[in-house]
């Protein structure tokens, strides 16, 4: 028995490690520049121990997408506890997508999605779990931040369409800096999810609306 468990921690050990060294290799040299030989260098085991674990690089991405999501949400959720007292939901609301797509680590997501586009293996990996994983935190963070609004898709469907947008922010942000634009953009996000809170308090839950199904 104590074998199996020290087994089992090695194994443990020996993929965290690969993990972590391909979310560091992914910053840095982006999908197309990670190899397993530097994911090997970064984690200090050898290119064996990886394929013991994983039949191939792309489904190394697995866990690293799902690493890198509770960091993103570890991340958001402390900065949620932080918020000044006085700022309003939309406000609030605002902060948090933002924190998630400013987070270091979220490069990480735009790499995977942009490789899985002409990567069919690691489409079927990366769309099937870490990005409806994503979503899925959203949602549930969400919820339990902002309750009175929980009932209602249509909140729900106007915060994951504002979330497509702030990851098209964040990819455009990593080529060029546009304070200016960002600021104008957060304001008509702001504007909107006013507009649908208001509505909700106003009218209740909108369960005719399904829940967009969305790839983030």
């Known amino acids: 028995m104590q074998t199996r468990r020290t087994q089992q921690s090695r194994r443990e050990s020996t993929i965290g490690k ?8 992914l910053m840095e040299s982006g999908y197309h520049g990670t190899s397993v030989q530097l994911i090997c260098g970064r984690a200090g085991v050898s290119q064996g121990a990886l394929f013991r674990h994983f039949a191939t690089k792309n489904e190394l ?7 890198v999501v509770d960091d993103i949400f570890e991340s958001a959720l402390s900065l ?3 918020l000044p007292a006085g700022m309003s939901e939309e406000e609030r609301i605002i902060a948090l997508m933002k924190a998630l797509v400013m987070s270091p680590r979220h490069i990480v997501l735009l790499e995977l999605l942009m490789a899985a586009r002409t990567t069919p293996d690691l489409r079927d990996i990366f769309l099937s779990s870490s990005s409806t994983y994503f979503r899925d935190r959203f949602v549930a963070m969400m919820a339990s931040l902002f309750p ?9 469907a106007t915060l994951l369409t504002m979330m ?3 990851h098209g922010m964040a990819l455009y942000r990593t080529l060029a800096e546009h304070p200016e634009g960002d600021r104008m953009r957060e304001q008509w996000l702001l504007s909107a999810l006013r507009a649908e809170l208001e509505r909700i308090r106003q009218e209740g839950a909108d369960t005719r609306n399904p829940v967009y199904q969305l790839p983030f």
């Open 18 to 25: 690969l993990v972590e060294a391909a979310i560091e290799c």
């Open 164 to 166: 497509t947008t702030m």
């Open 80 to 82: 949620a506890a932080q």
């Open 148 to 156: 009175r609004y929980a009932i209602s898709t249509g909140f729900f």
């Open 61 to 67: 991405m697995q866990p690293v997408g799902r690493k």
